[in-house]
């Protein structure tokens, strides 16, 4: 077993920090705060970050080939310009579901930006079910629905041979596999391939490293595991010091760091005091395994 070091790299306490993505480019981490509205970009060099704030809830953020970022905004496929700040809208989904907004979303790896959405919550996971669908915008900006009924869209991630999507609906407590055609970005077959333990309460981000093994973010269940798709079992568990961890992914040199987002949204007043670092982001290393550089959109 790996001896895994855990460290808070920044307390800035988000409400709701999410979809975090390695910048190589830059040696940065982007991510996003939900309900403030803002895409963070973080340098692991300067430890500075920079914001962005856009005019509705912000789920998710990627890289664009062509230069800058997309960022599913409200219920808008986005295009991001960071030096003026602007966002561009490339598509509009769930015309019809006006309480809807976008969750987790991530590029697949012919640059096709996947993301579903949700009903908005009361509270985390308090919210009308079966409202969410699941979308891809492809580079000529049109967009795909692959299904409905939907509670909560969350973690995605594909196959390193490219021919399975992974996907959790949260409050499915699932981890699902669909057989991936990347030439069509179509999806078939879907089976569940690690159900979450009772401790480990709701599974949201997640990633695949370069083993092929999953890293799920459990929320409220204050750590990340390791599942083997293939087996079905559960290879290993990192806990945090904050219950309500978010997503997950890779970064830093070689992408042998792992970083975590966070949380505070919903906790009392005592649990904050439990756990001040509710809300922030963690850098894990010491994993004895590396992730794989994001897919930047190719649109
Ligand atoms: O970030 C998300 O995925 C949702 O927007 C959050 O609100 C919570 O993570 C969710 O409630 C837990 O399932
Ligand atoms: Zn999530």
Redesign the pocket.
Known sequence: MSSAKIECVLRENWCCG?SPVWEEASNSLLFVDIPAKKVCRWDSLSKQVQQVTVDAPVSSVALRQSGGYVATVGTKFCALNWEDQSAVVLATVDKDKKNNRF??GKVDPAGRYFAGTMAEETAPAVLERYQGSLYSLFPDHHVEKYFDQVDIS??LDWSLDHKIFYYIDSLSYSVDAFDYDLQTGKISNRRSVYKLEKEEQIP??MCIDVEGKLWVACYNGGRVIRLDPETGKRLQTVKLPVVKI??CCFGGKDYSEMYVTSARDGMDPEGLLQQPEAGGIFKITGLGVKGIPPYPYAG
Request: net charge negative; charged share 35%.
């Open positions: 999410e969750n987790d969350n973690g949201d981000g978010t997503s």
